[in-house]
């Protein structure tokens, strides 16, 4: 079945204590994203890859970093949480020349 | 810059009735034009997309959404809807390569 997985589903932590957020994709798709959804705010882009090794920020990549190292994985870290990165993550993926994005089940962050 | 503007945030209705959500977007560009919906604690699927051709288009579950380049509109509806349409519908426009600029949404609730 294609999907786009993350892990953990919810998470809750302490500012300043450093975390991974995984997504993976079994599409072979060559474009993934980084959201997160805010009440009133809707969707917004954290970090894009177009492949691996390629990644570049998106509208709000302020507190956090991603990885491609395979096609696969797009990991997102926050090196030092804080509160106002308390919210709802969504990754995404689509493949070259596709017109829709698959989005994974989200991860409701809070940070304390 | 792109945005998209959703002007119900909470929509109430009774099953049965009929439905429409407005969306404008601003883009000078070409544009693809997408709704997601989100049910309770799942993720983000797509409804319909609109990227040429036929100005109305039909999406699943019913739900169908009327491009009108003039007014920068792209409004979903549906003509009964049903307690199971309960849910988040957001509008999203393309904002360059695969990225989605989405509005802030619009939160729908169904009672029977």
């Known amino acids: 079945e294609a999907q786009v997985t993350q892990n953990p589903r919810y998470l809750i932590t302490v500012t300043g204590k450093k975390l991974t957020v995984t997504c993976s994709q079994n599409?072979?798709?060559?474009?993934m994203s980084w959201y997160r959804q805010d009440p009133g705010l809707g969707l917004r882009q954290i970090y894009y890859?177009?492949?691996?090794?390629?990644?570049d920020k998106g509208d709000v990549p302020e507190g956090y970093k991603v990885s491609r190292k395979e096609k696969r994985n797009f990991p997102l870290i926050l090196e030092s949480p804080s509160p106002n990165q308390t919210s709802l993550y969504f990754c995404?993926?689509?493949?070259?020349?596709?017109?829709?994005?698959?989005f994974g089940p989200g991860t409701r962050l809070t940070v304390l | 810059a792109q945005s998209v503007s959703q002007h119900n945030h909470h929509v109430i209705l009774s099953e049965a009735a009929s439905l429409e959500l407005g969306c404008n977007y601003s883009?000078?560009?070409?544009?693809?034009l997408f709704w997601y919906v989100q049910y309770p604690g799942q993720h983000l699927q797509l409804l319909l997309k609109?990227?040429?051709?036929?100005?109305l288009v039909k999406g699943i579950k019913g739900f169908e959404a009327e491009f009108i380049k003039s007014k920068f509109s792209f409004n979903l509806r549906k003509p009964s809807v049903q307690w199971s349409d309960t849910a988040e519908y957001f509008c999203?426009?393309?904002?360059?390569?695969?990225?989605?600029?989405f509005g802030a949404g619009t939160r729908l609730a169904v009672h029977p």
């Open positions: 995404a993926s689509v493949g070259a020349g596709e017109d829709e994005q698959f």
């Open positions: 599409m072979n798709h060559e474009y």
């Open positions: 890859s177009m492949n691996v090794e390629v990644t």
């Open positions: 883009y000078g560009g070409t544009v693809n």
């Open positions: 609109y990227f040429s051709g036929d100005p």
């Open positions: 999203a426009v393309n904002g360059g390569y695969n990225k989605l600029i």
